[in-house]
Each structure stands twice: as structure tokens, then as C-alpha cells.
């Protein structure tokens, strides 16, 4: 009769059997992959919220859109002109209809929802939009304006515990104040102040798809009439705005409104560019439709259309 083989002996025979690495029977099982410390603590958050939601350790974060375009513009204005007569350009030279149009739309919390609490915080919010006559080389590319917005933002979030009721759900209510101006001098110069309430909304289906609504009423701050560069902007520009807002998977869809512009963004990765980068990373494909007033501030009463294609970052993803 052979020798009894010892325990060490059979488990090496089955180890061999399953081919299996000698000393695997004595090694540890794997741990098991954080996924709770390794996941966005965002990213169960509709878009609307996701865009207002400032966890620990997020400084800067999106707040409009940030895109860089080539743009036409279908009426160039070579002499701007408001009811100020210290802010009349006289004539000049054409604007080439064909531009850079970029901007960029940012925050950040300056006090914070647990110091103030109850979902109480306040924001200080950026925005620059520009445009460059980068194709007149016989100008020297000059940039035709720049338009630039910092707002001070009181936030109070609406958003509820458990499940969200059927509809459209109130998710934040702002209060703000707001400068706009084109840093230039008489007789270019251009700027307003104001201070806003807006109620935002938003709206999810089981499909991950989500739409969001903002209305943003406004009061314009009064200047002397001496100083007042564009006494007329309330015409033009209104007393107030709409967006909405549709997000399907990785593709945002945007109208704003005001009484006399209309202006529609569309975005979508770049596929070529974007293929296996999460969604939050992907360069979109931007386009962008405006018509109506006010697409900068130097030509605030004179009416555009114009259409721009290009790229612009993950908005709301």
C-alpha cells in the first residue's frame, strides 16, 4: 500500500490540477474595489443640482457656458451709436462679418452652506465673452469687444429629501447683483448694473434624461443721466430672461429667451477627440444660433443674427 500523502502534498497535486499558482491557497482574498470612495458623490445629482452642488474640496466650478467659436455675423456694425451723444463711434471701417467669438462662465462659493446653513450660500460668479477680428490681418486682428460680467450670488437651494414629487421639481432660488461692462472708454464704453431674482427647476426621467427651467426677472440700478452710457439697454435687453435647459446622455440643448433675442447652443462630443473619456471630460462639438439684440454690449441696440460653430466644455455633465 503507498504512502499516505501529507495535507501539503494533496493541496499541491490540486492546486496543479486547477493550474493555479503555488501559494494562492495562502494568499488573501482580494479586497474588494472601493467603489463608494472611488465614485462622484455628484453623479446620482441631475444636472441642475450637479451645477449648484459645491461638495468638500471643489473650488471653481461651471456656470454658463464656456465655448470657442467662429462666428458670422449677417450685420456688422461700423458705427455704434447710443442716445448718449459722448457715446457715438463715428464712422469707420466695416467689421469683418467673420470672428472668434469665445467665452468663458465661472464660480466659485465664497461662504459656504455649512457656515451659513439651511442650504444657504453665497457664490461670486465670472463671465468674459469676446470677440476677435482674428481674419482682418489688414486691421492687425484687433479684438472688436469684449464684454465682461462678475456677479455676487446669494443661494438658497430648494431641493428636498427622498423622492423627488412628480414634475418639475424647485431645486434653487438666487439673488443677485451683477456689473456688466465693456472696459472701454467715451465714446465706446458700455456698462450696466443689476441686481436679479432667479428660480430654477428641473425635471428627471428614469432614462437619465433631464430638463431644467430658469426664469430670471431684473431690476436695473439708476444712473445720472451724464454718466449713463446706454440709457435705452432696458428696451433692447429687457427686464429679464428664460433658459431651458435638455440634457440626453452627453448632449445639451439650450434656448434663452429675452424680449427681443433669441439665442439656441447645441452641443455633442467630438468623438474622435472624446472616445473612452468619461463624459464630464469630453471636448463638445458646439453650435450656436442668435438672433435679436444685445449679443455684445457694444451693439446692444443694433439687431443680429449670427451662427457659430466650434467647441466648448462639458456643461452640466
Avoid at 462659493?109 to 481674419?135: D, I, K, M
Avoid at 484687433?142 to 431641493?159: G, Q, T, V
Wanted: charged content about 15%; hydrophobic content about 40%; some cysteine.
Amino acid at each position: 500500500m503507498p504512502p499516505r500523502r501529507s495535507t501539503r502534498a494533496l493541496a499541491s497535486a490540486l492546486l496543479c490540477a486547477l493550474r493555479l499558482p503555488a501559494g494562492a491557497a495562502d494568499a488573501p482574498p482580494p479586497a474588494a474595489p472601493a467603489a463608494a470612495e472611488a465614485s462622484d458623490p455628484t453623479e446620482a445629482l441631475a444636472p441642475l443640482e450637479r451645477l449648484w452642488h459645491a461638495t468638500e474640496g471643489i473650488g471653481i466650478m461651471p456656470y454658463g457656458q464656456s465655448y470657442l467659436l467662429v462666428n458670422h455675423n449677417d450685420h456688422p456694425n461700423a458705427a455704434p451709436c447710443s442716445p448718449n451723444p459722448a457715446d457715438c463711434v463715428g464712422p469707420g471701417p466695416a467689421p469683418d462679418g467673420t470672428e472668434i467669438k469665445f467665452a468663458f462662465s465661472l464660480k466659485a462659493p465664497v461662504v459656504p452652506s455649512r457656515v451659513l446653513g439651511h442650504e444657504n450660500s453665497v457664490w461670486f460668479a465670472y463671465t468674459q465673452q469676446s470677440h476677435w477680428q482674428a481674419f482682418d490681418a489688414s486691421h492687425s486682428r484687433p479684438f472688436r469687444e469684449s464684454d465682461y460680467e462678475p456677479e455676487l450670488i446669494f443661494s438658497h437651494r430648494l431641493a428636498q429629501e427622498g423622492a423627488p414629487p412628480p414634475g418639475f421639481r424647485p431645486v434653487f432660488l438666487n439673488l443677485g447683483l451683477v456689473h456688466q461692462s465693456n472696459g472701454q472708454s467715451d465714446p465706446r464704453s458700455r456698462s450696466w448694473n443689476r441686481i436679479y431674482a432667479q428660480w430654477g427647476a428641473e425635471q428627471r426621467w428614469a432614462n437619465g434624461d433631464s430638463v431644467a427651467l430658469l426664469l430670471r426677472p431684473w431690476w436695473r440700478l439708476p444712473e445720472a443721466a451724464q454718466n449713463d452710457n446706454n440709457p435705452d439697454i432696458g428696451h433692447y435687453l429687457g427686464h429679464g430672461d428664460v433658459e431651458c435647459l435638455y440634457w440626453h446622455a452627453d448632449k445639451v440643448l439650450s434656448l434663452l429667451a429675452r424680449e427681443r433675442a433669441l439665442q439656441a447652443d447645441f452641443s455633442t462630443p467630438l468623438l474622435f477627440l472624446s472616445r473612452g473619456r468619461p463624459r464630464t471630460q469630453a471636448l463638445q462639438l458646439h453650435v450656436q444660433v442668435f438672433t435679436g439684440y444685445g449679443e455684445s454690449l457694444i451693439d446692444y441696440n443694433q439687431r443680429h443674427t449670427t451662427l457659430g460653430i466650434g467647441f466648448s466644455m462639458p456643461y452640466g455633465l
